[in-house]
């Protein structure tokens, strides 16, 4: 019986999908998520980048603000969240 709680509880697990780590919900899986998090977060919540779209441009230069403000990254890692945010949420 209790093997047959532990299996059903397997299977409800998987059926809900891979977990994510944290939870930002507004912003998409995709490669340079785990960066924008780790470095956007350091002053206000990474889910402030859901409120808008922009193009490839648009967020590099957001980015590029950010950094100005003070975010704490490499130039790649800065290059990689603009691609990210071009993805996830691009001009419409
Ligand atoms: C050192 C602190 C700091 C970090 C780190 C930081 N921000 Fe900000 N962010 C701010 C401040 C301060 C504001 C409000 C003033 C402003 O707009 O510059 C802001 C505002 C914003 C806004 C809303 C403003 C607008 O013009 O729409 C967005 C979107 C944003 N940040 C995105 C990001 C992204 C993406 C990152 C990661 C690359 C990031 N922030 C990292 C300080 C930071």
Redesign the pocket.
Known sequence: MIVRIFTVAVLLGLAAGPALADDFKALPEGPGRDV?VR??S???S?E??A??TLDAQGWKD??N??AN?????TDAE?DT?AKY?ATAFPAK
């Open positions: 924008a470095i956007c350091q002053c206000h990474p402030i980048v409120h808008q957001l980015v603000q950010m403000n003070g975010a704490n990254g800065f969240i945010l």
